[in-house]
């Protein structure tokens, strides 16, 4: 029973990770967005 907290711990670690990653990296997208060359390789069909 003593491994169930420790799993516990690295679910909410690594949720956080990818929470911290993904908005970190929507943040750069987001300034590349700004930039001219940027938005050309980003067409819309």
Not at 19 to 39: I, K, N
């Amino acid at each position: 029973m003593k491994r169930k907290p420790d799993m516990l711990w690295v679910l909410v670690i690594v949720f956080g990770l990818g929470v911290v990653t993904t908005g970190y990296t929507q943040s750069l997208w987001e300034r590349q967005s700004d930039r001219p060359a940027a938005s050309l390789s980003q067409q819309q069909p």
